[in-house]
Structure formats: structure tokens, C-alpha cells
């Protein structure tokens, strides 16, 4: 099916560790995003690419680094992984990056003990 | 104050009913509101969006926007129990910056 994949799904760290999220789209779209949610504070932006060759800070960057590795990969890499970082990450994409909606994917639950 | 708040239930409500959720806002600057729905432990996903005020009506889902008010709503008609989920509201001045509200969690009892 056409959409958002992620991976891992689900994925256990240590403290200090450190781990690439993956995300790859397949509907030719320009603009992708990082996003974390954790109750009580809703989607909060990390990073964003407007398109491929750029990348941009969030609402919350601190901790993350992003690439956008072509026009349909963007990842997420977490240097090192600290008990705070535990969220579902959820990477999103949009055709025109203006108000028209996202495309999310399945999220992955990461736990940081 | 959060930019966007949004009452987070749950709500629970008998199959066939009428729901009203609802999104208040501070930013008056915002443009495009949309409504997502999110099941338990999948992403979310795109109901509607809307730009400015108005209302805009798909099959049982009808989103209603009062700038004025800074206020937005989304109506579920003839509910089912396969509405059960839940209810993101998103807002954006129209840039790449979508601020999102915590999510209304629906219940339809069947």
C-alpha cells in the first residue's frame, strides 16, 4: 500500500545508546516531519524538510538529528538516548507543506530505560 | 496557556448519536485547521482541513471553523462504533508548522 513506512515498530535502548529511526514515503511528496507524541502533550514537531536538500529545527530538537537522505527517506537518529526521549515517533509527509494535511506513518514506540 | 486546547475526554456516546469536539485556539493568525483521527496505537490520520472560517461538510463529518471566536469544531452524525478513536485538531498560519491539539478520546457504544 501506498504511504508513510517506519521502522522499527517497537524498540528497547539503554541510556547513552544511540539508533537511527527510519521513514521512507512513496507518493512523490516534497515535505517530511518528526514528530513525537506523549500523552498529555500531544504531537510536538522535532524536525522538519520542507524538501529534499533541507532541513529545519522543531518545536524540540534538542537531542535529535535528522538527514533527508533523497526525496523519499528521512531519518531520525537519536546520538544519545536519554530516558526523556521515551515517546512513539511518528514521521509524516505532505505533498505542498501548506496547510494540506499530513500523511502519517505507524509510529515507532521507543523506551529508553 | 497552550496555543491550542482541546478537551480530552473520553466521551462516550450511544451508536447513532450526534457528537460534537471541539478545539479552541489563542493564535488568531492561524489559517488551516484540520481534523485527524487516531486509532489506538496506529498514526493519525486526515479527516478534513479547512481554510479560514466556514463550514465543510464529507459524508457524516462536518468541520466548522468560527475565527471570530477562535474556535473549531467537528460534528460526527449517526455515529458508530467504528468511530471510536481519537480526535486531533491541527492548526497552521500556512507553514510547514502544524501545532496540534492532545486529542479528544471517543467512545461509541454500540
Known amino acids: 500500500n501506498a504511504g508513510v513506512t517506519q521502522t522499527p515498530k517497537f524498540q528497547v535502548l539503554k541510556t547513552g545508546q544511540s539508533m537511527t529511526l527510519q521513514c521512507a514515503q512513496d507518493?512523490?511528496?516534497?515535505?517530511m516531519y518528526w514528530y513525537r507524541q506523549d500523552p498529555g502533550m500531544g504531537l510536538r514537531l522535532i524536525y522538519y524538510?520542507?524538501?529534499?536538500?533541507?532541513?529545519d529545527k522543531g518545536e524540540v530538537p534538542n537531542g535529535y538529528n535528522v538527514s533527508r537522505l533523497n526525496k523519499r527517506e528521512f531519518s531520525l537518529r537519536l546520538e544519545s538516548a536519554a530516558p526523556s526521549q521515551t515517546s512513539v515517533y511518528f514521521c509524516?509527509?505532505?505533498?505542498?507543506?501548506?496547510?494540506?494535511?499530513?500523511?502519517f506513518g505507524s509510529g515507532t514506540r521507543l523506551t529508553v530505560v | 496557556q497552550k496555543e491550542v486546547e482541546q478537551d480530552p475526554g473520553p466521551l462516550s456516546v450511544p451508536e447513532g448519536a450526534i457528537v460534537s469536539l471541539n478545539c479552541t485556539y489563542s493564535?488568531?493568525?492561524?489559517?488551516?485547521f484540520m481534523w485527524y483521527r487516531q486509532y489506538s496505537r496506529k498514526g493519525p490520520e486526515l479527516l478534513m482541513y479547512?481554510?479560514?472560517?466556514g463550514n465543510k461538510e464529507d459524508g457524516r463529518f462536518t468541520a466548522q471553523v468560527d475565527k471570530s471566536s477562535k474556535y473549531i469544531s467537528l460534528f460526527i452524525r449517526d455515529s458508530q462504533p467504528s468511530d471510536s478513536a481519537t480526535y486531533l485538531c491541527?492548526?497552521?498560519?500556512?507553514?510547514?508548522?502544524?501545532?496540534f491539539g492532545t486529542g479528544t478520546r471517543l467512545k461509541v457504544l454500540a
Open positions: 507518493m512523490n511528496h516534497n515535505s
Open positions: 493564535n488568531s493568525a492561524f489559517q488551516y
Open positions: 491541527a492548526m497552521t498560519l500556512g507553514t510547514y508548522k502544524y501545532i
Open positions: 524538510s520542507a524538501s529534499e536538500g533541507t532541513t
Open positions: 509524516a509527509s505532505s505533498e505542498k507543506g501548506q496547510g494540506y494535511g499530513y500523511t
Open positions: 479547512t481554510y479560514s472560517s
